[in-house]
């Protein structure tokens, strides 16, 4: 079983391809923790708040550790740690050890980098419209200091769901060599 992590910039399609994958492969995908959560505030998101929601993050990964089904090809997760390390470094400036202890763990086999090619869309919990090429190559420097492999997944709808598939099914001959 491959655990794919699908990660980008704000209004990048990332829950949209985590669940087109998921259905497409008949298989898992674990939702975005974090909007939910933030959009459920009434109050401006704080340190605490990204901080409860990189463990329940961990908690997410360590639940489906305990959970695999072993004959699920691949389980999609709609957004990941790197992101809400970026995040923390980039609001607050600090990064609990905690959350790059996690990483260095390596839980994920794939990264599925989304690329800024689709439109910006506003919402009630983004706030970096101008700057997701910024946090794009943010996240894949992260992704390279952690040395997994991954793709960067461009095109617009159907196209952007078929170059995600061709780089998984490329993933899975190169791994039977």
Same mark, same amino acid.
């Given at each position: 079983?491959?655990?794919?992590?699908?990660?980008?910039?704000?209004?990048?399609?990332?829950?949209?391809?985590?669940?087109?994958?998921?259905?497409?492969?008949?298989?898992?995908?674990?939702?975005?923790?974090?909007?939910?959560?933030?959009?459920n505030?009434?109050?401006? /998101?704080? +340190?605490? @708040?990204?901080?409860? $929601?990189?463990? #329940?993050?961990?908690?997410?990964? =360590?639940?489906?550790?305990?959970?695999?089904?072993?004959?699920?090809? /691949?389980? +999609?997760? @709609?957004?990941?740690? $790197?992101?809400? #390390?970026?995040?923390?470094?980039? =609001?607050?400036?600090?990064?609990?050890?905690?959350?790059?202890?996690?990483?260095?763990?390596?839980?994920?086999?794939?990264?599925?980098?989304?690329?800024?090619?689709?439109?910006?869309?506003?919402?009630?919990?983004?706030?970096?419209?101008?700057?997701?090429?910024?946090?794009?190559?943010?996240?894949?420097?992260?992704?390279?200091?952690?040395?997994?492999?991954?793709f960067?997944?461009?095109?617009?709808?159907?196209?952007?769901?078929?170059?995600a598939i061709s780089a998984?099914?490329?993933?899975?001959?190169?791994?039977?060599?």
């Amino acid at each position: 079983m491959f655990k794919v992590a699908i990660l980008g910039p704000e209004s990048t399609g990332k829950s949209v391809l985590a669940q087109s994958l998921a259905n497409h492969y008949n298989v898992q995908w674990i939702e975005e923790f974090a909007r939910q959560y933030v959009e459920n505030l009434t109050v401006p /998101y704080s +340190f605490e @708040d990204v901080c409860f $929601i990189a463990k #329940k993050q961990i908690e997410q990964e =360590k639940q489906f550790e305990n959970t695999m089904n072993a004959r699920e090809e /691949y389980v +999609f997760f @709609d957004t990941e740690l $790197i992101i809400t #390390k970026v995040w923390l470094e980039h =609001k607050y400036t600090v990064v609990p050890s905690f959350i790059t202890e996690r990483l260095e763990h390596g839980f994920f086999d794939l990264y599925l980098l989304c690329d800024t090619d689709i439109p910006w869309q506003p919402d009630s919990v983004r706030e970096h419209g101008f700057d997701r090429e910024f946090f794009f190559h943010w996240y894949k420097k992260e992704i390279e200091n952690i040395g997994k492999p991954y793709f960067v997944i461009n095109g617009q709808g159907s196209e952007r769901l078929n170059n995600a598939i061709s780089a998984l099914e490329f993933l899975k001959t190169k791994t039977r060599v």
